[in-house]
């Protein structure tokens, strides 16, 4: 009968540890703020790149998301996608908003400015609860937050949907100097009888501020009054507001959130990727270098640039026999691309490896190690180059360091599989 008890207790206690693990499981980190401005405790919800630890000098945009638990699952598969494993957009950090329930996020959504005085309706604005104090909120308590806990570029983009796109325009109206990029997806711009279209004509005529970006889109709906707010843009055409919009009429009001977002995104990085085709028409190595070292300025950012580039350039010596040049051209090319350093050598160490040794190969890597402790892939790379040159017992180790190294990171699974697999072998 013990041993009978004893089974059932071990049972409980291995399916209760799963399902603490699933219930534990997130995105990110959660972080709390004891707001002043709202005189509430708000959580936020903070995405970093996959590579953030790995190089302590990058830098990246930032993103502020509406509705932060309800869209930070779909927009952060999306992410993961476009920038870590498609490079297609540089690496950014995610900050979602969590809200805190529907009538409350109605509330701060909706600007009070644009609510009739004699609405009587249960869904009335607090006019202590309205956009402008939740932009105050933003503005002047969680963007100060982000840029003193997280390493963030002058490059910072307001996404909302729905009420939360209503609020992206409000935003724009009201502090346009405060986002660089302001993506409204299907806004509510029917709310208070199209207020927001008449406050914008008043705002649109004396604005001024620095040039932002504005994106509209909308589903296959009839009745947010999007249209009137376009017509204002185009017949005015605002000085300093660079604005597209585009129509998705085989997609719905749920749905239209990831889609316009992935496109918006492509929009604002355009020059971020170059593709293979591309890349030929560039005349040297040397141009790609200048071509990103102006591109990272303008985008004010520091990050590792799109790896096909890299492979590029360290294709074209190995091509034209100017394998000579090779480390010349590295070396200045880190002095402009200074985060990419690390991508270089082990592109570099990578076609040393497959053309002239694996000995050379892991030379060039270890000869950087000590500046990429961090880099899961740069143990990896050096673990994977020791199993080529037949010393197990190294390559072993460095997988255990990237393995170390990894949890200490809270990596993705993926991640962790690879490198436990490499050491049970």
């Known amino acids: 009968m013990r041993s009978l008890f004893l089974m059932f207790g071990l049972l409980f206690i291995s399916l209760y540890s799963k399902q603490s693990l699933a219930a534990s499981f997130q995105l990110g980190e959660r972080v709390s703020i004891e707001s002043n401005v709202l005189s509430q405790?708000?959580?936020?919800?903070?995405?970093?790149?996959?590579n953030y630890h790995a190089n302590k000098t990058t830098t990246y945009p930032v993103i502020y998301l509406l509705d932060g638990d309800y869209n930070m699952h779909g927009i952060s598969g999306m992410l993961d996608l476009l920038a870590n494993k498609g490079q297609l957009i540089p690496d950014v950090i995610l900050?979602?908003?969590?809200?805190?329930?529907?009538?409350?996020?109605?509330?701060?959504?909706?600007?009070?400015?644009?609510?009739?005085?004699?609405?009587?309706?249960?869904?009335?604005?607090?006019?202590?609860?309205?956009?402008?104090?939740?932009?105050?909120?933003?503005?002047?308590?969680?963007?100060p937050y982000i840029q003193k806990h997280y390493r963030t570029a002058d490059n910072?983009?307001?996404?909302?949907?729905?009420?939360?796109?209503?609020?992206?325009?409000?935003?724009?109206?009201?502090?346009?100097?405060?986002?660089n990029h302001y993506i409204a997806i299907s806004p509510s711009v029917w709310v208070a009888e199209q207020g927001i279209v008449k406050k914008a004509k008043a705002k649109f005529s004396s604005s001024q501020h620095q040039p932002v970006n504005l994106f509209l889109s909308l589903a296959d709906e009839t009745r947010m009054g999007q249209y009137d707010?376009?017509?204002?843009?185009?017949?005015?055409?605002?000085?300093?507001?660079?604005?597209?919009?585009?129509?998705?009429?085989?997609?719905?009001h749920n749905?239209?959130?990831?889609?316009?977002?992935?496109?918006?995104?492509?929009?604002?990085?355009?020059?971020?990727?170059?593709?293979?085709?591309?890349?030929?028409?560039?005349?040297?190595?040397?141009?790609?270098?200048?071509y990103y070292h102006a591109l990272l300025g303008e985008y004010k950012v520091n990050q590792v640039i799109p790896s096909a580039s890299i492979k590029a350039m360290v294709r074209h010596h190995y091509r034209h026999n100017k394998l000579a040049e090779l480390p010349a051209f590295i070396e200045a090319a880190t002095k402009k691309l200074p985060a990419s350093k690390q991508a270089f050598i082990a592109m570099?160490?990578?076609?040393?490896?497959?053309?002239?040794?694996?000995?050379?190969?892991?030379?060039?890597?270890?000869?950087?190690?000590?500046?990429?402790?961090?880099?899961?892939?740069?143990?990896?790379?050096?673990?994977s180059t020791y199993e080529k040159v037949g010393e197990q017992a190294s390559a072993l180790t460095y997988y255990k360091k990237a393995l170390a190294v990894a949890k200490k990171q809270k990596a993705n699974q993926w991640q962790l599989n690879i490198l436990e697999e490499k050491i049970a072998q």
Do not use: C
Not at 41 to 50: A, F, G, N, S, V
Not at 103 to 116: A, H
Not at 268 to 289: A, G, H
């Open 41 to 50: 405790t708000r959580e936020l919800q903070i995405l970093l790149p996959e």
């Open 95 to 143: 900050v979602g908003l969590a809200d805190k329930g529907t009538t409350q996020y109605r509330q701060f959504m909706t600007p009070v400015d644009l609510t009739p005085m004699n609405d009587k309706s249960s869904e009335k604005v607090d006019i202590k609860q309205g956009a402008a104090e939740f932009l105050t909120f933003i503005t002047d308590e969680i963007k």
């Open 156 to 179: 910072t983009t307001l996404l909302g949907q729905s009420m939360g796109g209503l609020f992206v325009l409000n935003a724009l109206l009201e502090k346009p100097d405060e986002f």
């Open 229 to 252: 707010f376009i017509n204002l843009l185009d017949l005015g055409q605002p000085k300093n507001i660079q604005w597209s919009f585009k129509h998705y009429a085989d997609e719905n």
């Open 255 to 290: 749905s239209i959130g990831l889609i316009a977002f992935r496109d918006n995104l492509k929009n604002i990085y355009k020059q971020w990727y170059i593709s293979e085709k591309l890349l030929t028409k560039f005349n040297e190595p040397e141009d790609i270098v200048s």
């Open 348 to 383: 570099q160490a990578s076609y040393a490896s497959h053309f002239d040794s694996p000995e050379k190969a892991l030379n060039l890597l270890l000869g950087i190690e000590k500046e990429n402790v961090g880099s899961i892939d740069h143990l990896k790379a050096i673990a």
